[in-house]
T-cell receptor, first 114, second 116 residues
Framework: ETGVTQTPRHLVMGMTNKKSLKCEQHLGHNAMYWYKQSAKKPLELMFVYSLEERVENNSVPSRFSPECPNSSHLFLHLHTLQPEDSALYLC?????????????FGPGTRLTVL | AQKVTQAQTEISVVEKEDVTLDCVYETRDTTYYLFWYKQPPSGELVFLIRRNSFDEQNEISGRYSWNFQKSTSSFNFTITASQVVDSAVYFCALSGKETSGSRLTFGEGTQLTVNP
């Protein structure tokens, strides 16, 4: 595997389900990000992890719970989601959090909440 | 506050035409970085280019070229002799050294359709 991978690629869940999104980066980076991309909206940064520590949480509802067990893996745990949470969830990684660091993105998980 | 504006929501061209995607940015940082990403229908954002604010030299990579002009706060992207495979959404993004670190501010994207 190379670059940034995400699983699953597609997920359909009910509002009462609990599921997790997984992201893995093979680039040796130490910062990872979760973004949400809804139809007709700009990309929204959700969480930033640096050296496995959460350094940014942009007012994301608690039904989204991130986890970063090591610098290569990032999870997004989902529970009791709402239909408006249906979106493309993108993971990215970069080397450090200094400005100018290029973020490399995974292919995304297309989430549908019924 | 930082802002990136991509005024062209959708562009449609015929194969082999040249096309320019506009990007205008706002920032109070003196050191900042500009990026272009391509998002094909598969969903992945593919990194195309990174440019820092001190380097105004234009860049060419194959059929792609970028025109950075600080005087007009613009970082436009031109595809020469477009191909059907260029069809995608293209995003311009900005990060500022003083105010945002690695945090990217994205434009709303331009949907490019190249017809055969």
């Amino acid at each position: 595997e190379t670059g940034v991978t995400q699983t699953p690629r597609h997920l359909v869940m009910g509002m009462t389900n609990k599921k997790s999104l997984k992201c893995e980066q093979h680039l040796g980076h130490n910062a990872m990000y979760w973004y949400k991309q809804s139809a007709k909206k700009p990309l929204e940064l959700m969480f930033v992890y640096s050296l496995e520590e959460r350094v940014e949480n942009n007012s994301v509802p608690s039904r989204f719970s991130p986890e970063c067990p090591n610098s290569s893996h990032l999870f997004l745990h989902l529970h009791t989601l709402q239909p408006e949470d249906s979106a493309l969830y993108l993971c990215a990684s970069s080397q450090g959090r200094l400005a100018g660091g290029t973020q490399y993105f995974g292919p995304g998980t297309r989430l549908t909440v019924l | 506050a930082q802002k990136v504006t991509q005024a062209q929501t959708e562009i449609s061209v015929v194969e082999k035409e040249d096309v320019t995607l506009d990007c205008v940015y706002e920032t109070r940082d003196t050191t900042y970085y500009l990026f272009w990403y391509k998002q094909p229908p598969s969903g992945e954002l593919v990194f195309l280019i990174r440019r820092n604010s001190f380097d105004e030299q234009n860049e060419i990579s194959g059929r792609y070229s970028w025109n950075f002009q600080k005087s007009t706060s613009s970082f436009n992207f031109t595809i020469t002799a477009s191909q059907v495979v260029d069809s995608a959404v293209y995003f311009c993004a900005l990060s500022g050294k003083e105010t945002s670190g690695s945090r990217l501010t994205f434009g709303e994207g331009t949907q490019l359709t190249v017809n055969p």
